[in-house]
């Protein structure tokens, strides 16, 4: 296993990274014994959980906003979950190249998942849903292409994943809902 630490360009400019509580948490995890890719793992669920949820909102109408509150919380904890993974990798030098593979798998299915849950959301649109997952798996191929090919990673984009974390559960207050409705609202 390469237990090199990844060079300052390789991992993603997070804020939330420097904050003593994103620290303390990642001491504990690697206390215990967590590894980085089970990190990933509970990640692609927490992913897999926003998309079911979304979707449930067409199903459930009458706990609509029951599922709308799961999916907008699960897409926050999902990249949370990514970032711990890095983190944990990185303080325990656990960095290899199969972590690399468990840190990007997660993200792409969990992107897929959740807009193809938007998609067939309550007042969705099932082809918006498709269409919006397949730019999202083009750019992780395309940074990864880069990353071969300039030997560095570019985390920067008009919508890189942080802002599409934040975005997302906003949009997801009322697509296609009728004119002056809201999940929150009754």
Same mark, same amino acid.
């Given at each position: 296993?390469?237990?090199?630490?990844?060079?300052?360009?390789?991992?993603?400019? &997070?804020?939330?990274?420097?904050?003593?509580?994103?620290?303390? &948490?990642?001491?504990?995890?690697?206390? &215990?014994?967590?590894?980085?890719?089970?990190?990933?793992?509970?990640?692609? &669920? %927490?992913?897999?959980?926003?998309?079911?949820?979304?979707?449930?909102?067409? *199903?459930?109408?009458?706990?609509?906003?029951?599922?709308?509150?799961?999916?907008?919380?699960?897409?926050?904890?999902?990249?949370?979950?990514?970032?711990?993974?890095?983190?944990?990798?990185?303080? *325990?030098?656990?960095?290899?190249?199969?972590?690399?593979?468990?840190?990007?798998?997660?993200?792409?299915?969990?992107?897929?998942?959740? %807009?193809?849950?938007?998609?067939?959301?309550?007042?969705?649109?099932?082809?918006?849903? %498709?269409?919006?997952?397949?730019?999202?798996? %083009?750019?992780?191929?395309?940074?990864?292409?880069?990353?071969?090919?300039?030997?560095?990673?570019?985390?920067?984009?008009?919508?890189?994943?942080?802002?599409?974390?934040?975005?997302?559960?906003?949009?997801?207050?009322?697509?296609?809902?009728? *004119?002056?409705?809201?999940?929150? *609202?009754?």
């Amino acid at each position: 296993m390469d237990t090199t630490s990844p060079a300052p360009a390789d991992r993603r400019p &997070i804020a939330t990274r420097e904050h003593p509580l994103s620290r303390a &948490i990642t001491l504990k995890l690697v206390r &215990i014994g967590t590894t980085p890719n089970s990190i990933s793992v509970v990640g692609t &669920i %927490f992913g897999l959980l926003a998309g079911t949820a979304f979707f449930l909102t067409s *199903s459930f109408p009458e706990r609509h906003r029951v599922f709308w509150l799961v999916g907008a919380g699960a897409v926050q904890l999902r990249p949370l979950a990514t970032m711990f993974a890095g983190m944990v990798a990185v303080a *325990s030098g656990t960095c290899s190249r199969v972590g690399e593979f468990y840190y990007e798998l997660p993200d792409r299915i969990s992107d897929v998942a959740a %807009f193809v849950g938007l998609g067939y959301a309550a007042g969705g649109n099932v082809t918006l849903g %498709f269409c919006a997952a397949l730019p999202a798996g %083009f750019t992780a191929y395309v940074r990864a292409l880069g990353k071969y090919v300039t030997e560095r990673h570019d985390f920067f984009g008009p919508l890189a994943q942080p802002e599409a974390t934040v975005r997302v559960p906003v949009a997801s207050g009322s697509p296609g809902l009728p *004119s002056g409705t809201c999940p929150w *609202s009754g």
